[in-house]
């Protein structure tokens, strides 16, 4: 297949349908119309419209907006089959500035000043087109629900900011929140290379979809060789990517940053539409968003419109397959047909439709482990305990203190041997054979006992552990160089040996949350800071969420590492105010030590539920 199909036809999977495996045989029962609907500036947006061919009854809209082209939109029995059954008019709509709508694309676009009269943002966008809709859709019931995953859960946000009063629910699935703090382009200040690359190329390098072309299909030696990150605009960029310029001109945490964050346009303002949020334990690029919404959003609920879903899957997983696994890791059940079938029809039935009692959990989520739904009055969930996983000499963790005086781990960290993130080769995020999708799910033996991956774990468990809630993992460490990247990664070992049908996950390491912190970052991101080489420094790593059990027979294990790539860029070790202007001899191996002795008693917090 032709790269940029291969790429069309993966962004159609992840990002709009559910594809079946072959075409429903019978015809659609929706006629498809294309429109241009006229915005307040005059600007014409591009939308397909999918109306019930036999209606009689008058239906409500659910619509998506997205930036990945909808003009060849499957029918929303392919599309949306739980839904599609039930009957809604389906509106799907290019952004302003991609594939068929006009007007000029803005990554993120910034919210307006409603001061200034005709100024326009995705929320008026989305208001427009409703009033177009109500106005000139025959049949309709006047209420409207707004969806979409990823670029299109970050429009469904905006669509709550002044919304129109005809907006009566919103599903947002995996929304960026923050995009220097965890979603798509920056762990804790650590950027997020091969991502950030390839995802700014790919929508900024023309009105559609294009794929960076890559000559090397293994893009860990093609970052590699690569060298200091000046040189993407100086050899192929050309100052051309407005994204990447931002990354370039804004590396702290700043107010272009601060502007574009969810979590400062949504401060203060109380939540009037009821909101579900949906977020996947494997998302490998918005997990964090859902759950930051759904926390800031609480605060602001006085009438309890706000909610959470949380389950196994990869960023999308929910409106793809059955769900029943995720690479080699097995659920069960049909985990995403559940969610589409009960938890999400059922949503926009009794908001749209009047169906059903309205009785929904505060928090639902797939508990991975014991592999079994949930239902919370709260998320975190109340009855959790912070406690601490201890690490010890000789590799072992416990929840017991150590008490010796003096005692560390320690290795050589070489930013010119960086530790992949995933088994090799690294094919480009959306390229032909990606396996980004699934990344998140690999066996960490193949990094464990490299000499760069220090590691402690438990005794093989005598019961479950259950852990539902927040993860953070506290290091005390030093470098012999001026800056380090700090990721750690909580790990549910399986047993040495399993039973015959699953022989293969004998010993697998599977990760259960993982994440990475900028050392520069530790005290704030605003302002970056050295590290004193060779002095003890506390790293705070938001290892964010977490709702799994260790079952009896498993271990539990913690990896430390210090380079994750290409999936984060090098640190260059060597602080420099700007890493994205360091320079080739900026990159320099340094000694780190994890400190775990009564003083310095490197931890990993769990929340445990007895
Ligand atoms: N993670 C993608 C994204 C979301 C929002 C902005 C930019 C990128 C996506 O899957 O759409």
Redesign the pocket.
């Known amino acids: 297949m032709k790269p940029i199909l291969l790429l069309f036809f993966s962004l159609f999977l992840?990002?709009t349908t559910t594809i079946q495996a072959q075409e429903p045989s019978t015809e659609s029962q929706y006629e498809k119309k294309m429109v241009l609907i006229p915005m307040r500036d005059g600007i014409k947006l591009n939308t397909v419209i999918f109306i019930p061919k036999n209606n009689t009854a008058p239906l409500p809209f659910l619509f998506m907006r997205t930036p990945?082209g909808v003009a060849d939109s499957p029918s929303p029995e392919r599309s949306n089959p739980e839904l599609a059954k039930e009957g809604f008019i389906f509106v799907n709509q290019d952004i302003r500035g991609r594939y068929l709508s006009e007007g000029k694309f803005e990554?993120?676009r910034m919210t307006r000043d409603p001061k200034i009269p005709n100024s326009i943002d995705e929320s008026t966008d989305t208001y427009d087109t409703i009033d177009w809709l109500l106005k000139n859709i025959a049949n309709n019931n006047g209420k409207v629900g707004v969806f979409g995953?990823?670029?299109?859960?970050?429009t469904s946000m905006m669509a709550l900011i002044d919304p129109h009063p005809a907006l009566k629910a919103i599903s947002e699935q995996?929304t960026?929140a923050d995009w220097f703090i965890n979603?798509?382009m920056h762990h804790n200040g650590a950027f997020r290379l091969s991502y950030g690359f390839d995802?700014a190329f790919m929508?900024e390098a023309g009105k559609t979809d294009t794929l960076f072309p890559f000559d090397t299909y293994d893009t860990y030696d093609w970052y590699l060789r690569l060298g200091p990150l000046s040189n993407v605009n100086d050899k192929y960029f050309k100052n051309t990517i407005p994204t990447w310029n931002n990354f370039v001109q804004h590396p702290n945490y700043d107010d272009f940053w601060k502007k574009q964050s969810l979590l400062t346009r949504f401060a203060n303002r109380p939540l009037t539409v009821p909101t579900q949020h949906v977020a996947g334990w494997f998302d490998q690029?918005?997990f964090a968003g859902p759950l930051f919404m759904y926390e800031l959003l609480e605060k602001q609920d006085k009438n309890n419109l706000n909610y959470l879903v949380i389950g196994p899957w990869n960023?999308?997983g929910w409106a793809r397959a059955d769900g029943k696994s995720l690479g080699n890791l097995q659920f069960e059940s049909a985990t995403a047909k559940t969610f589409r079938e009960e938890i999400q029809l059922s949503w926009f039935n009794y908001h749209l439709k009047g169906k059903g009692d309205g009785k929904f959990a505060e928090a639902i989520t797939f508990q991975t482990g014991s592999n079994q739904w949930k239902r919370y009055d709260s998320w975190t969930p109340k009855q959790a305990t912070q406690q601490a996983l201890y690490f010890h000499a000789n590799g072992k963790l416990s929840f017991d203190k150590p008490s010796s005086a003096s005692g560390f781990d320690a290795f050589i960290s070489d930013p010119a041997n960086p530790i992949p993130y995933r088994n090799r080769p690294i094919e480009q995020t959306y390229g032909p054979g990606s396996r980004w999708r699934t990344w998140m799910t690999e066996d960490q033996r193949f990094v464990h006992g490299r000499p760069d991956v220090l590691s402690w774990e438990t005794e093989v468990l005598e019961n479950d552990v259950t852990i539902s809630g927040k993860v953070l993992a506290q290091l005390y460490a030093s470098t012999s160089a001026s800056d380090a990247d700090w990721i750690v990664k909580l790990i549910d070992v399986y047993p040495a040996m399993m039973d015959e049908k699953n022989l293969k996950m004998s010993g697998y390491q599977q990760i259960v949350t993982a994440d990475v912190l900028r050392g520069r970052f530790r005290k704030g991101f605003e302002t970056p800071l050295p590290v004193k080489p060779n002095e003890v420094a506390e790293y705070k790593v938001d290892l964010l969420q977490s709702d799994h059990t260790f079952k009896k027979g498993h271990k539990i294990m913690v990896q430390v590492q210090s380079t994750w790539f290409p999936l984060i860029d090098r640190n260059p070790q060597k602080f420099v105010p700007n890493i994205f202007m360091a320079k080739a001899g900026d990159y320099v191996k340094a000694e780190h030590r994890v400190y775990r002795n009564g003083g310095y008693a490197s931890r990993v917090m769990v929340s445990v539920v007895r």
């Open positions: 992840i990002f990945y990554m993120l995953i990823s670029y299109s859960g970050w995996a960026p979603d798509d995802y929508e690029e918005d960023h999308g």
